[in-house]
């Protein structure tokens, strides 16, 4: 059974930094999309990015382009995303999700059949 396991949330000042890993198990993680979504409270998950099996290919939404990079070490099982400057507003838990289709990189929630628990990121002003 796969299954995710994120780490690197926590608390920041407005314009800081973090890196959010993404740990894989329970399946050849090389035949995998990969994503990062996210959730304010009151709020419905959010896309942020998603990357292709190999790591060819990204996309972002248009909140976090240019700020957010998302990448993955298929021998270290493992996604990131790295936030740069980041603002109040992208406070929020952030969520791993994971399928084994391939094709155009998708956006919408419903698309990933595998997610972690999630982890915090607070930003503060």
């Known amino acids: 059974q796969v299954a995710l396991v994120e780490s690197g949330g926590g608390l920041v000042q407005a314009g800081g930094s973090l890196r959010l890993s993404c740990a894989f198990s329970g399946g050849t993680f090389n035949r995998y999309v990969a994503a990062w979504f996210r959730q304010a409270p009151g709020k419905e998950h959010e896309f942020v990015a998603a990357i292709s099996r190999s790591g060819g290919s990204t996309n972002y939404a248009d909140s976090v382009k240019g700020r957010f990079t998302i990448s993955r070490d298929n021998a270290e099982n493992t996604v990131y995303l790295q936030m740069n400057s980041l603002k109040p507003e992208d406070t929020a838990d952030y969520y791993c999700?994971?399928?084994?289709?391939?094709?155009?990189?998708?956006?919408?929630?419903?698309?990933?059949?595998?997610w972690g628990q999630g982890t915090q990121v607070t930003v503060s002003s």
């Open positions: 999700a994971s399928d084994p289709l391939g094709g155009p990189l998708r956006s919408r929630p419903g698309s990933y059949s595998y």
